[in-house]
């Protein structure tokens, strides 16, 4: 069974410091990650993947996450917060195996982005 | 290209009552998949499509819960009767082939907040 955990359901950062969000992962297979954003009153976006390519993945809006085997992690990290980066975060993984495909998620982190 | 689309965006109903949930998926994914998010906790998968065959209903909570995807195109996810419990925010996702690249990101749509009373 995979799993996930983020660490931290809440963060407050001022803007232009930086962004950590911490996901760990649990899976017995070799897993596909991802970072989703959700903006108040939108859908689910997806910021970046991890798909066993590079291990460190560029996304949208200047976000990042690096993958780290041998501490199953996926942080997503940005160099400066936007007030417009204030939303939640998820971490999630994906089951590779067979056809199936769903989305194991964390429990989601609240950034707020502080003047 | 019409992202995926949810019907309603809320909907508001007593204990006991029916609720129809619509999902129109990006035009030509195959995969259709349903996630619910009961207040405060993680994102949980319910079922997932394979255009009109259900691939995965393993996360399904019980025999209130009916999906189907006629067609092989849009998906309604019923629940009858409604109890307190159901009450959350349910998305809808999909995703190409999973032959094809990039056919592991699944879009989502902007959920259905389900209320009941």
């Known amino acids: 069974a995979q799993s996930v955990t983020q660490l931290g359901s809440h963060v407050s950062v001022s803007e232009g410091a930086l962004v950590l969000l911490r996901c760990n992962y649990s899976?017995?297979?070799?897993?596909?990650l991802f970072w989703y954003v959700q903006y108040p009153n939108q859908g689910l976006q997806l910021l970046l993947k991890?798909?066993?390519?590079?291990?460190l993945v560029k996304g949208i809006n200047g976000f990042e996450a690096e993958f780290k085997k041998s501490e199953t992690s996926f942080h997503l990290t940005k160099p400066s917060a936007h007030m417009s980066d204030a939303a939640e975060y998820f971490c999630?993984?994906?089951?590779?195996?067979?056809?199936?495909?769903?989305?194991?998620f964390g429990t989601g982190t609240r950034l707020q982005v502080t003047l | 290209e019409a992202g995926v689309t949810q019907f309603p965006s809320h909907s508001v109903i007593e204990k006991g009552q029916t609720v129809t949930l619509r999902c129109d998926p990006i035009?030509?994914?195959?995969?259709l998949y349903w996630y619910r998010r009961v207040m405060g906790k993680e994102i949980k998968f319910l079922l997932h499509?394979?255009?009109?065959?259900?691939?995965?209903e393993s996360g399904m909570p019980n025999n209130r819960f009916l999906a189907e995807r006629t067609g092989g195109t849009y998906s309604t996810l019923k629940v009858q009767p409604a109890e307190l419990e159901d009450s959350g925010v349910y998305f809808c996702?999909?995703?190409?082939?999973?032959?094809?690249?990039?056919?592991?990101?699944?879009?989502f749509g902007p959920g259905t907040r389900l209320t009941v009373l």
């Open positions: 899976s017995s297979v070799p897993p596909y």
């Open positions: 035009s030509g994914h195959d995969n």
């Open positions: 996702a999909s995703s190409q082939d999973l032959r094809l690249a990039g056919a592991d990101t699944q879009y």
């Open positions: 499509f394979v255009k009109e065959s259900k691939q995965d």
């Open positions: 999630a993984v994906s089951d590779r195996t067979g056809t199936a495909s769903k989305l194991t």
């Open positions: 991890y798909t066993s390519a590079a291990t």
